[in-house]
């Protein structure tokens, strides 16, 4: 059974930075695409920024271009995201996930191309 464990959040001033991490276990990681999602309260669950299954090729909502940072470590099994520059509308439950189908990135924005989830971690921005 794959779980997936996200850590990391908190609360940070406008303009900070946190570094939230996602850690694997069970089934196989390093050849499914990997991806953050966020879910502010009141709204829909949206796509944040996804990674190839070899790390290469990354993808990102145009709201944290030049911002966030996705990466991971296909050896400790882990996934992580660099938040920087913070804005208050970056608040939100964040969660990683795993997409469904091995080494394809198509789709990789649709919650619906994804199957394991993690329980989420807050992230809190203050103006």
């Known amino acids: 059974q794959v779980q997936l464990v996200e850590s990391g959040g908190g609360l940070v001033q406008a303009g900070g930075s946190l570094r939230l991490s996602c850690a694997a276990s069970g089934g196989t990681f390093s050849i499914y695409v990997m991806a953050w999602f966020r879910q502010a309260p009141g709204k829909e669950r949206e796509f944040v920024a996804a990674?190839?299954?070899?790390?290469?090729?990354?993808f990102y909502q145009d709201s944290v271009k030049g911002r966030f940072t996705i990466s991971r470590d296909n050896a400790k099994k882990t996934l992580s995201l660099q938040m920087n520059s913070l804005k208050p509308e970056d608040t939100a439950v964040y969660y990683c996930?795993?997409?469904?189908?091995?080494?394809?990135?198509?789709?990789?924005?649709?919650?619906?191309?994804?199957?394991?989830w993690g329980q989420g971690t807050q992230v809190t921005v203050s103006s």
């Open positions: 990674v190839s299954w070899s790390g290469d090729t990354t």
């Open positions: 996930a795993r997409k469904s189908d091995k080494y394809v990135s198509s789709g990789y924005s649709r919650g619906n191309q994804y199957d394991y």
